[in-house]
């Protein structure tokens, strides 16, 4: 059987896991917001009109920071449509999704749904369209206590307290041609400094994001990081990642490595920002937010899904890139937040995109159930479980070839350690499929550890790689008891399923 050995030691820590890593996004795209998490009428919304099933399943899945309200939606919307009573509000045509937009749904609304839900919001500007007044007259409308014009419309729409709104990005994907008023890096590295400048002149205490690269692919990688940054260091805290995988051509082993390209694509974001850094003698660290993350089929809704939308003319909202997750994808999902948590010191915020339905860990059916996709498993266990300092780990690992990133680690781990508790928690995915992984975790300046809890995601009992969770079963793929994991020798040996993400409580 092949073989790995993880080395851990308590003095070898990389800093605090962030608990923004742990973030969702809810667009208005398809049936994320519509259906999604709000549908009046159905038998389980509130008086609100929220979902309360869906909401129990976000609670349990444990998003900290929801990203708000898009996406390439956002490029084109007037965020004044969605607030005020709601029988006045417009109804617009969404040019990013071709989808009619009624507007029912919006600011106070989405407030509402995100402390029910006990989420930070994480709010997205339009800087497609437009620019730095609607900008700075959102962040009046949203966190300026009353008194001046915008504020005191918040008040009169029913908001007597601020929503004090912390966290926010400045427009989305504007490298990419696709998008709504896409541009120049120097065309948004200025306009990003001036929107910045403005919001902060209303309030100082807002952090902000500007908008890096759609992916490491981009023609534009690296030099549009280093031109908007040029410009907007001072001003803005964090720049952007966005990263979608998917199984192309049948090729798993690939797409089961394809962390390895997650950890390349942080760390050369990381150079360009320390380079940016060095060469403007700034003092203040810009960090990463990794703000759109997931397995996305994207070929799929190039190939047809789009042209079908397109073709059966404007409709609120559609069916739009509902993939159902199997095995194999929620093991990419755990190794991405396994790298996701290897770079927390700079990774400081990160939403898998998006929270229900639209490429979702949950999923909703219009006046019928709401259920959890395989992917809600990883992020449910590593949001829950991570907590205290990040682990520098040393691994060393068996091999498996792939086409796409040559010879790679048959596993791939994360862990933290608390030292208010002493627990120790390792998050480890067996890349290959058809073998199982002889592990071995050397602790170091641990004390006396047990196992006190092992649970894995594998391929269930007459399952395949590619089962699922459907309306009528599921619970197909969920965590399950991993059956053999203990301390010997003050050594933790435990036996990794083939095709499996893994978490070993140790205290
Ligand atoms: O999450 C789906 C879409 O993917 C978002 O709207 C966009 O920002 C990205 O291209």
Redesign the pocket.
Known sequence: MPQSRITIDRDFTIGDVPRRLFGS?V?H?GRCVYTGIFEPGHPRADERGFRTDVLELVREMGPTVIRYP????VSGYQWEDGVGPVAERPVRMDG?WHTIETNAFGLHEFVDWARAADVEIMEAINLGTRGVEEARSLVEYANHPGGTYWSDLRRRNGAEQPFDIKLWCLG??LD?PWQIGHKTAAEYGRLAQETAKAMKLVDDSIELVAVGS?NRGMPTFGTWEHTVLTHAYDEVDYISM?A?YREADGDAASFLAEAVDVDAFIDGVIATIDAVKAAGKHTKQVNISFD?WNV?DFDRYNDAEAAEIAASGWREHPRL?EDTYNVTDAVVVGTFLNSLLRHGDRVRIANQ??LVN??GPIRSEPGGAAWRQTTFWPFERMARLARGRILQLAVSSSQIATNRYGDVDSVDAAATYDESTGRVVVFVANRAIDESNDLTIELHGMGSLRVVNAETLTIPEGGDRLTTNLEGSPDAVHMVPLAAAEVVDGAVRATLPPLSWTVLELA
């Open positions: 996004f667009e795209m898009g996406g390439n939606f990013a989305n994907e990419g759609s966005h979608y759109e996305w890139i995109a998006q639209v490429i």
